[in-house]
């Protein structure tokens, strides 16, 4: 005679069978849940090196196409209101950092140059191909002189130029005068707010601007963001200063090189040698079961930022160290330094 399972036997193997299904389970929704942290932490790191190499581009080519003869500061830092709050003493300033060349890295159109010969008419002897027509500036070929505003194909006058394209329907940046030469300004600000649904409510964008638009984000989640500047203040051709300022009333830790107030476009052209970004910014989502301990305690930060918080994450950038302001609420989320050390190359 045959025996079966007894209904002991089978409870214990159901429950067997039971924390087996359970265990499965659990480690199942935790590799799910963990892909998607990796797969948005993933997301965010592409997006981010995208956009800090546009910043690296803007800045290695600020003054590109710029006479050197021009008044105009190829590399700037002001502390400006947002365009669509302006002068609110609600919102403080906030930092700002402006670049002005002819080129635009995001308009394939402006990309290029061209050598021409104009002593016995129209003659381009090197460079990229560029349709007639097209809206550039010259240059002197020798001396990189500002010659004039025009279209490739016409000559400014008898010599040798360099004709760099330039996109008309941007406004200049350099002046509005006849006569005064064509560029880009193309500025990065964070935004007065942040909509995202992944990100902190109180981060904001990092916006690239180019004229007078209103801006795209570049970056997400920035909590906070400062730029400094390598300078040779006595001309000697190595660097006095690191990660000095823009300009100071109270320091000589500055591109202001007389100290008298003003910091010229030959100043910059003549101290500047590098530019220094650090950004602050979340990787990831909210993550109840994260604790973020990285911090120290500070009141604001140099962009300007009120830190409400109380928090800040210091950075070490080799010469010193500068802290980045945390939002309040910060503990649940992942927080990152970005640092990019870029050396003009078209001062």
């Not at 299904?21 to 892909?35: R, W």
């Not at 990065?188 to 909509?195: E, T």
């Not at 904001?204 to 730029?227: H, K, S």
Request: proline share 4%; with cysteine.
């Amino acid at each position: 005679m045959k025996k079966g399972f007894t209904l002991v036997e089978l409870l214990v193997t159901t429950l067997i069978v039971g924390i087996t299904l359970t265990v499965a389970y659990v480690a199942y929704t935790n590799i799910i849940k963990g892909t998607g942290k990796q797969t948005k932490l993933l997301e965010t790191q592409i997006e981010t090196e995208v956009g800090i190499e546009l910043i690296r581009l803007d800045i290695e080519h600020a003054g590109y196409g710029i006479g050197e003869d021009q008044d105009v500061s190829v590399v700037e830092v002001n502390f400006k209101s947002p365009p669509d709050i302006p002068n609110d003493p609600l919102y403080p300033e906030k930092l700002e950092l402006s670049l002005r060349s002819v080129m635009n890295n995001t308009n394939q159109s402006t990309v290029g140059w061209a050598l021409v010969d104009c002593s016995g008419g129209f003659l381009q002897i090197a460079g990229d191909s560029i349709s007639a027509n097209t809206a550039v500036v010259y240059l002197g070929a020798g001396n990189r002189m500002f010659v004039a505003n025009g279209n490739f194909g016409v000559c400014p006058g008898a010599g040798f130029y360099v004709a760099v394209p330039y996109d008309p329907a941007v406004s200049s940046g350099c002046g509005t005068n006849p006569g005064d030469q064509y560029c880009n300004v193309i500025s990065y600000r964070l935004s007065s707010s942040q909509n995202l649904d992944t990100c902190h409510p109180n981060t904001r964008n990092l916006l690239r601007r180019v004229g007078e638009g209103t801006g795209f984000p570049l970056l997400n989640c920035v909590a906070d963001w400062v730029v400094t500047f390598d300078i040779d203040r006595n001309g000697d051709g190595s660097i006095d200063v690191y990660d000095g300022e823009f300009n100071s009333a109270t320091t000589s830790n500055d591109l202001d090189l007389n100290d008298d107030g003003i910091v010229t476009a030959d100043e910059i052209r003549s101290g500047l040698k590098k530019v220094n970004v650090y950004i602050l910014l979340q990787e990831g989502r909210f993550d109840p079961k994260f604790r973020f301990l990285n911090t120290v305690a500070c009141v604001t930060s140099a962009s300007g930022m009120n830190v409400a918080s109380g928090n800040c994450v210091r950075v070490d950038t080799g010469a010193g160290t500068l802290d980045l302001g945390l939002p309040v609420d910060f503990e649940n989320y992942r927080w990152k330094v970005i640092k990019l050390f870029v050396k003009p190359l078209n001062l």
